[in-house]
T-cell receptor, first 118, second 114 residues
Framework: ETGVTQTPRHLVMGMTNKKSLKCEQHLGHNAMYWYKQSAKKPLELMFVYNFKEQTENNSVPSRFSPECPNSSHLFLHLHTLQPEDSALYLC?????????????????FGPGTRLTVL | AQTVTQSQPEMSVQEAETVTLSCTYDTSENNYYLFWYKQPPSRQMILVIRQEAYKQQNATENRFSVNFQKAAKSFSLKISDSQLGDTAMYFCAFMNTNAGKSTFGDGTTLTVKP
């Protein structure tokens, strides 16, 4: 439907596991985002990358580690997670105009990865 | 800090009728953007409509329009001629231009009934 894909779509992991979420955008955008969507809570912005540089980290615990090797790919590395980290993790991308802040433009979302931490 | 409030957790509307989803926000900023996003069941979130705060004219996209009241810090979404495909969770979002931070509301689940 959109040009943003996420893998895997579903992930179940134990608290001692290490896993990674992958996001890829085919829209030629220069900014990418990770969001956490939990039941009965507002969507939470986790990380923002603009031209591969991390521009925002919203006090996310260090057990979440983002990586942006290029403007088309974004990873979220997970280790020693807690059950309360179970949520839908959404990736998004946008085209940021020169001089503007990421997020002022239209964001295109991926389908998300449904993560369950046992 | 910015806050976004969607006071209607759930709403329903008959097909072909009009429905209005409310959103209020709190900010001391003057330059910002407001968005409505739609997340259908098990499908990807997509942008419905976007409004720049400096524009007085209300944004419109086909059957979707907003009533932007800057002084009242209100940003409601009106859906005309509701269709079954409009069934989704709708999120109101605020973006502070200066700080580059996004804030989303809790969402409103809209059900369009045949």
């Amino acid at each position: 439907e959109t040009g943003v894909t996420q893998t895997p779509r579903h992930l179940v992991m134990g608290m001692t596991n290490k896993k990674s979420l992958k996001c890829e955008q085919h829209l030629g955008h220069n900014a990418m985002y990770w969001y956490k969507q939990s039941a009965k809570k507002p969507l939470e912005l986790m990380f923002v990358y603009n031209f591969k540089e991390q521009t925002e980290n919203n006090s996310v615990p260090s057990r979440f580690s983002p990586e942006c090797p290029n403007s088309s790919h974004l990873f979220l590395h997970l280790h020693t997670l807690q059950p309360e980290d179970s949520a839908l993790y959404l990736c998004a991308s946008s085209q940021v105009l020169a001089g503007a802040h990421p997020g002022t433009d239209t964001q295109y979302f991926g389908p998300g990865t449904r993560l369950t931490v046992l | 800090a910015q806050t976004v409030t969607q006071s209607q957790p759930e709403m329903s509307v008959q097909e072909a009728e009009t429905v209005t989803l409310s959103c209020t926000y709190d900010t001391s900023e003057n330059n910002y953007y407001l968005f409505w996003y739609k997340q259908p069941p098990s499908r990807q979130m997509i942008l419905v409509i976007r409004q720049e705060a400096y524009k007085q004219q209300n944004a419109t996209e086909n059957r979707f329009s907003v009533n932007f009241q800057k002084a009242a810090k209100s940003f409601s979404l009106k859906i005309s001629d509701s269709q079954l495909g409009d069934t989704a969770m709708y999120f109101c979002a605020f973006m502070n231009t200066n700080a580059g931070k996004s804030t989303f509301g809790d969402g409103t689940t809209l059900t369009v009934k045949p």
